[in-house]
């Protein structure tokens, strides 16, 4: 069984066999960022950064209608973003970074805005066949601040990502499948089973190699092909050090007696 607790009212978090799912929990709202689940996130963020049990963290939101609709904007009339809140140095943006461990977003609704930058800040994002993507900054007379306008080139292409961020268009599920948004577009029912299968498999993976690898893949993409690859050198050569032999063939050999036994199970075509 799962420890299940709530960080705030605003956000549910439940720790399971190595994954910690977050569930932003403002259904009435979108699953706005106010101000409270700003800090709510970046706390339990860090906390699980310091958890040796979670090893995949999974992000959605509450109900069907939306993902995260961005900041908040009715409590934006009175008490708008500060300052210290925009830019890479932001706390959300901080513990994002030093979380150091996988993230899945599982899109089951709008993702708006901010809440199209919370998702494109998560590693792999997958999607209901009820998803749509839209960055409205522009619209509204604002610029992103939580790093849209430098992960979605990267992710989509320049073109794709300047008419979003131009137009304030919506992007389907299947278009953003296209595009390379996102690894996957299901049912709405099927959601959180298949990021949670996603999860499982990360979790096969030696922890240590995982976090070099996620750490090779985020500097490349901000960084020349030569100085990527020594990154990356300096990351296998330390791995190479620490790689046991022995243990590798034992979770070998454990690992194909599963797959017989499972293809044992299976029943033959007809």
């Given at each position: 069984?799962?420890?299940?607790?709530?960080?705030?009212?605003?956000?549910?978090?439940?720790?399971?066999?190595?994954?910690?799912?977050?569930?932003?929990?403002?259904?009435?709202?979108?699953?706005?960022?106010?101000?409270?689940?700003?800090?709510?996130?970046?706390?339990?963020?860090?906390?699980?950064?310091?958890?040796?049990?979670?090893?995949?963290?999974?992000?959605?939101?509450?109900?069907?209608?939306?993902?995260?609709?961005?900041?908040?904007?009715?409590?934006?009339e009175h008490?708008?973003?500060?300052?210290?809140?925009?830019?890479?140095?932001?706390?959300?943006?901080?513990?994002?970074?030093?979380?150091?461990?996988?993230?899945?977003?599982?899109?089951?609704?709008?993702?708006?805005?901010?809440?199209?930058?919370?998702?494109?800040?998560?590693?792999?994002?997958?999607?209901?066949?009820?998803?749509?993507?839209?960055?409205?900054?522009?619209?509204?007379?604002?610029?992103?601040?939580?790093?849209?306008?430098?992960?979605?080139?990267?992710?989509?292409?320049?073109?794709?990502?300047?008419?979003?961020?131009?137009?304030?268009?919506?992007?389907?599920?299947?278009?953003?499948?296209?595009?390379?948004l996102v690894?996957?577009?299901?049912?709405?029912?099927?959601?959180?089973?298949?990021?949670?299968?996603?999860?499982?498999?990360?979790?096969?993976?030696?922890?240590?190699?995982?976090?070099?690898?996620?750490?090779?893949?985020?500097?490349?993409?901000?960084?020349?092909?030569?100085?990527?690859?020594?990154?990356?050198?300096?990351?296998?050569?330390?791995?190479?050090?620490?790689?046991?032999?022995?243990?590798?063939?034992?979770?070998?050999?454990?690992?194909?007696?599963?797959?017989?036994?499972?293809?044992?199970?299976?029943?033959?075509?007809?």
């Amino acid at each position: 069984m799962g420890d299940s607790s709530a960080a705030g009212d605003d956000l549910l978090v439940d720790v399971s066999e190595g994954v910690a799912t977050l569930t932003l929990n403002r259904p009435a709202q979108h699953n706005a960022l106010s101000r409270t689940l700003r800090e709510e996130l970046a706390a339990t963020l860090t906390r699980l950064a310091a958890d040796d049990r979670v090893g995949v963290v999974v992000l959605t939101g509450a109900g069907d209608k939306a993902f995260c609709a961005g900041a908040d904007l009715k409590e934006m009339e009175h008490a708008p973003l500060k300052p210290e809140e925009l830019g890479p140095e932001a706390p959300l943006m901080r513990a994002l970074r030093a979380l150091r461990k996988p993230t899945i977003a599982a899109i089951n609704g709008f993702a708006l805005t901010g809440g199209f930058e919370l998702a494109v800040n998560c590693d792999i994002l997958v999607a209901s066949t009820r998803a749509r993507f839209a960055d409205t900054h522009a619209r509204v007379g604002l610029v992103s601040a939580w790093g849209l306008t430098q992960h979605l080139p990267r992710l989509i292409g320049p073109v794709r990502a300047r008419y979003l961020s131009f137009t304030g268009n919506y992007l389907d599920a299947q278009t953003a499948l296209a595009w390379g948004l996102v690894l996957d577009v299901v049912p709405p029912g099927e959601l959180m089973a298949r990021c949670l299968g996603i999860a499982r498999d990360i979790l096969g993976c030696d922890p240590h190699a995982l976090r070099d690898v996620r750490d090779a893949i985020a500097h490349g993409l901000g960084t020349s092909l030569e100085e990527g690859l020594a990154f990356e050198g300096d990351l296998a050569r330390r791995s190479m050090a620490r790689f046991d032999v022995a243990a590798f063939l034992a979770r070998r050999a454990a690992t194909l007696s599963r797959g017989k036994v499972q293809a044992s199970k299976q029943k033959p075509c007809a």
